[in-house]
């Protein structure tokens, strides 16, 4: 950053600052991860000073040979990740491509059936708070089961021959197992829904072939971010499993609908990110997220911490810190953040304290992972978590150890 640094030495050493506290500390929040040095390459290209409102070969305005060129090459390598046949490569994050979605498929006063936050839903599956709830009508189901992550499919029945969603939305923010997509989808089919899966948090173990593919079982829709497993830029993506009136649909709700010109920079980047997910070696790296992610279970197990769902199947791992260690999530993510482990405070299910401090806190392993810890390492954090969460007063100690664990395994620049 040799420019930036002449000419804006402030914001210069702020972003020098973020890269130092990266390099010297634990990123566990399970929607970040590291990109490659080739996505950031990208990412910073001279693609940012283009506008290209619209989609390749249909653009409004000229010079877009290679505009199209990129991202022609970012749908037909996000079509072979996912196995369908339409991807809209242009929403700007996870939440506008959700947000999309509904303005396509459905209109204003339309039900849409989703998980609720607290049992590990997102924001954008129609919590009250945002502006979407006041145009649709979002119901919710949760889990049977708070101990096991079991979804109670029966009430979730019963909702939808009430209600009569147009949309069932599978999909979670918090959730540390996996869903059911064939029992949403038999739903979806009984009242007669459109089936959307929004898989952000798991994309990448599901095209890195360690969690099943919902389009196997027939959805229509999936949303996704383009960072947290799938490990590339902040964005979104949506995937259509056929081309068709659904696909001309969400493209036009894309644009001109709901977004102006696409970044494309930030498309570039994910063709990139994307061609990276098509190589063996990411594979692997989806395998060893989820193998790392329950070795730090077992040491909270074992230590009879309360985890949600008694566990995890996937990247993340949810924790009551009230019950197990008498700390609230934001007294917990404070301490742990002062240890040099960065993570979230997070509502529990049916949660009764505010999600400024809620009961819990998330974590778990995709940038880890990255950073090529394997499972002996990932016990030792959570060694270390339980060690602060038990006496706040040695987070100052357990951030040296961080600081030598780091130097061991360098802040990854390049794609392994």
């Not at 702020?14 to 929040?29: A, H, N, T, V, Y």
């Not at 001309?248 to 997910?277: L, R, S, W, Y």
Request: charged content about 25%; hydrophobic content about 40%; glycine content about 10%.
């Amino acid at each position: 950053m040799e420019y930036l640094q002449k000419q804006d030495k402030e914001v210069f050493k702020i972003i020098e600052g973020e890269e130092k506290r990266q390099d010297e500390g634990l990123e566990l929040i399970p929607s970040e991860n590291y990109v490659s040095a080739a996505v950031m390459e990208a990412t910073a290209s001279v693609l940012t000073n283009k506008y290209s409102e619209g989609y390749p070969g249909k653009r409004y305005y000229g010079g877009q040979e290679f505009t199209d060129k990129i991202e022609l090459l970012a749908i037909e390598r996000a079509k072979e990740l996912f196995n369908c046949e339409h991807a809209n490569v242009q929403p700007l994050g996870g939440a506008n491509a959700n947000i999309g979605v509904y303005f396509a498929l459905l209109e204003p006063g339309d039900t849409v059936l989703g998980m609720d936050l607290s049992h590990g839903g997102h924001l954008t599956h129609g919590h009250p708070v945002t502006a979407i709830s006041k145009i649709f009508n979002f119901v919710r189901y949760k889990m049977k089961n708070v101990e096991t992550g079991e979804i109670d499919y029966e009430e979730l029945r019963e909702i939808a021959l009430k209600e009569k969603p147009k949309i069932i939305l599978a999909g979670f923010s918090a959730y540390p197992r996996e869903l059911d997509w064939k029992k949403f989808k038999d739903i979806a089919d009984e009242v007669g829904a459109y089936t959307v899966a929004d898989v952000a948090h798991i994309a990448g173990l599901i095209v890195g072939g360690v969690h099943e593919n919902p389009f196997d079982y027939g959805f229509d829709v999936l949303t996704t971010t383009t960072h947290k497993t799938l490990r590339g830029p902040r964005g979104g993506m949506i995937l259509i499993r056929e081309k068709g009136e659904i696909a001309k649909k969400i493209d036009k709700a894309i644009f001109p609908g709901f977004q102006g010109g696409p970044h494309m920079h930030q498309i570039a980047a994910k063709a990139v990110c994307f061609g990276e997910a098509l190589t063996p070696q990411f594979g692997k790296y989806s395998a060893q997220v989820i193998k790392n992610a329950q070795a730090m279970a077992e040491v909270f197990e074992k230590e009879g911490a309360r985890m949600i769902t008694g566990g995890t199947s996937n990247h993340l791992i949810l924790l009551d810190t009230v019950t197990s260690f008498n700390l609230t999530g934001a007294e917990a993510e404070k301490a742990l953040d002062e240890a040099g482990m960065t993570l979230n405070k997070n509502v529990i299910a049916d949660d009764v304290r505010s999600p400024l401090d809620p009961s819990g806190i998330r974590f778990g392993t995709p940038a880890v992972t990255t950073r090529k810890f394997k499972e002996e390492e990932c016990r030792q954090v959570a060694e270390w978590m339980i060690e602060v969460l038990k006496d706040v007063q040695k987070a100052g100690e357990v951030r040296e150890k961080i600081k030598d664990l780091c130097e061991k395994f360098p802040f990854p620049h390049i794609f392994v």
